[in-house]
C-alpha cells in the first residue's frame, strides 16, 4: 500500500479470435485485491493473460512494477508472479501433488516448502495419485495451494474457486488473507461469486465486451445506490431524478445513483423519506453494468 | 485481536462512516484504553469484509483527530483522550440521540407540543426509575 502499481496497462489492444480487447487502461496498485468481474466471453482471461504476457498485445504498454518488458518477462519478475489458470496446465498431468510442487520449486528460488505442505494439508488434496486422476475441486486445490507456495509478489487467480467445495473455499479465502496480512501481496482475480468479491477486493474492475469500464473502491460501489421509499406519487419521484421508479400504496420506491445530491433535493423540495437502503453488491454490480454508476467513483491516478 | 464493531449493510449510512463513528466512540467513552494496539489495516477490514482502504480512511481520520497515532512499523495505537474532548462528545452522542427522537415524531406529524408533552413524560418516568436506583446506568 504504497501508491505503487503492480501492473500498468496503457492502450493495450489486442486482436482476438472471437472479438477485439481494448484499448485498455487499467492501473493495478500493488499491495491491493482487484476483482475483475463481467459476463463469461467479456476479456477477463484474456486480460490476465495480457498481464502475464503469455500473451503479447497488438498495442499499447504494459509495465510490471515500473519496468516495461520488450521480449517476453525476465526470469526474476516471472518468479514474483503466480498465476492459477482457469484450466490447469496438462504438463502436469501424470505427476502427483508433492513431484509437481518439486518440479515448480525449481522454477522458484522463493519455494516455501512448509507452506505448500501445510496448504495441501489444509486442503485435504489426495497425495500419491496423479493429478489428472484427481477430481476438478482437488487439482484446483493443489493449483492454489502451489500458486501460494512461491511466495509470489504478484498473484492471479482465474476464478478461482470453480469446482471448489465450500468449506475448501473458506480456507481459500483465509488463506488469502494470511497472506495479505503477512506480505502484502497483490492480487488480481476474475469470479462471478459476488461473497468472493464481497470478502475479498479492495477495487472491483468491470469489463465488458472487451472493454474496461473503471475501477471502484468496493465500499464506495457499495455505498453509492440506496433505495429510497418515498411520500407521494410519480411527481415527486420525478423530482428527485431517481434511476427508476416503482409506484406503491401512497408512496413510491425509487432507485438512487447519488444519495447526497437526491438527499439535498429531498430536503429542497420538501419530499417526505420514509426509509432507506443501501442495495446489495449485486444489486450495484447489476446497475453498475448497466451504465449507472456515477462517473466521480471512478478511480483515477494518484488518488 | 478484534474490536465490538458491527457493521449494518443496508444502512444508507456509508460504510467508513459506521465505523469510524464506532470506533471513535469506543475510544472517546473509554470502552478501548489509552495505549492499546489496534488490529492492522488488512486484519481489520478482513474481519469487517470491508476494504483496506475503507480501513485506512478510518484510522487517517482519527489520527488527524488525535485519537489514535501510528509507530512506524509497530503499529496504531489508541492516543490519550482529553477531558474536554470526552465531555464535548458526549454532548454530541446525546444531541443525535435527541434529534433521532425529533426527526420520528416529525415524520408522523406530531406537534412540538405532544412531542414535549411525550418527552416530559418520558423524563418523569426514567429519572424516578433512577431515583429509586432502578436504573443503574
Not at chain 1, 51 to 63: A, F, I, N, R, S
Not at chain 1, 105 to 132: H, M, Q
Not at chain 1, 210 to 233: A, N, P, T, Y
Not at chain 2, 55 to 73: F, I, P
Amino acid at each position: 500500500m504504497t501508491g505503487e502499481l503492480a501492473v500498468q496497462l496503457r492502450g493495450v489492444t489486442k486482436e482476438g479470435r472471437r472479438k477485439p480487447i481494448g484499448p485498455i487502461d487499467l492501473d493495478i496498485p500493488a499491495g491491493y485485491v482487484v476483482a475483475l468481474v463481467g459476463p463469461n466471453g467479456a476479456g477477463k482471461s484474456t486480460l490476465m493473460h495480457l498481464m502475464l504476457k503469455t500473451l503479447q498485445q497488438d498495442e499499447g504498454q504494459v509495465e510490471w512494477f515500473g519496468k516495461q518488458y520488450e521480449r517476453g518477462l525476465p526470469v526474476e519478475v516471472q518468479r514474483k508472479i503466480a498465476y492459477v489458470p482457469e484450466v490447469p496446465i496438462y504438463e502436469e498431468n501424470y505427476l502427483t501433488a508433492e513431484k509437481a510442487g518439486e518440479f515448480r520449486s525449481k522454477w522458484y528460488p522463493a519455494w516455501d516448502a512448509g507452506r505448500f505442505e501445510e496448504l495441501l494439508n489444509r486442503f485435504g488434496v489426495p497425495r500419491g495419485i496423479r493429478l489428472a486422476k484427481m477430481s476438478k475441486g482437488e487439482r484446483r486445490k493443489f493449483e492454489i495451494s502451489a500458486a501460494l507456495a512461491c511466495r509470489p509478489k504478484l498473484l492471479l487467480l482465474d476464478e478461482p474457486s470453480s469446482g471448489l467445495d465450500p468449506f475448501a473455499w473458506k480456507e481459500m479465502i483465509e488463506s488469502l488473507r494470511t497472506l495479505l496480512e503477512e506480505e502484502g501481496i497483490t492480487i488480481i482475480l476474475s469470479t462471478h461469486i459476488v461473497e468472493e468479491v464481497k470478502r475479498l477486493a479492495d477495487y472491483i474492475v468491470l469489463v465488458y465486451q472487451g472493454q474496461v469500464h473503471g475501477m471502484v473502491e468496493k465500499d464506495m460501489l457499495l455505498g453509492c445506490f440506496q433505495e429510497w421509499w418515498i411520500r407521494g406519487g410519480a411527481e415527486e419521484a420525478a423530482r428527485l431524478k431517481g434511476l427508476s421508479s416503482e409506484s406503491g400504496p401512497g408512496m413510491m420506491r425509487i432507485m438512487v445513483g447519488c444519495p447526497e445530491e437526491t438527499e439535498s433535493i429531498a430536503a429542497r423540495e420538501g419530499i417526505e423519506v420514509l426509509r432507506k437502503r443501501s442495495l446489495e453488491l449485486e444489486e450495484a454490480l447489476d446497475l453498475w453494468m448497466k451504465g449507472h454508476l456515477p462517473e466521480q467513483l471512478k478511480w483515477k491516478r494518484g488518488i | 485481536m478484534w474490536i465490538p464493531i458491527q457493521i449494518n449493510e443496508s444502512s444508507a449510512e456509508p460504510l467508513y462512516h459506521q465505523i469510524e463513528t464506532q470506533l471513535r466512540s469506543m475510544i472517546v467513552s473509554g470502552q478501548i484504553g489509552e495505549g492499546t494496539l489496534l488490529p492492522s489495516i488488512r486484519e481489520f477490514a478482513g474481519s469487517l469484509n470491508c476494504s483496506a482502504i475503507t480501513v485506512r480512511r478510518v484510522y487517517q481520520d482519527l489520527e488527524n483527530e488525535g485519537l489514535l497515532r501510528t509507530k512506524q512499523g509497530t503499529g496504531t495505537f489508541v492516543a490519550k483522550v482529553e477531558e474536554s474532548q470526552r465531555g464535548a462528545f458526549k454532548q454530541t452522542l446525546v444531541m443525535e440521540a435527541l434529534e433521532a427522537a425529533a426527526d420520528a415524531a416529525i415524520s408522523l406529524q406530531y406537534s412540538k407540543e405532544e412531542l414535549l408533552d411525550l418527552f416530559m413524560q418520558v423524563l418523569g418516568r426514567k429519572y424516578e426509575d433512577k431515583g429509586k436506583g432502578g436504573d443503574q446506568k
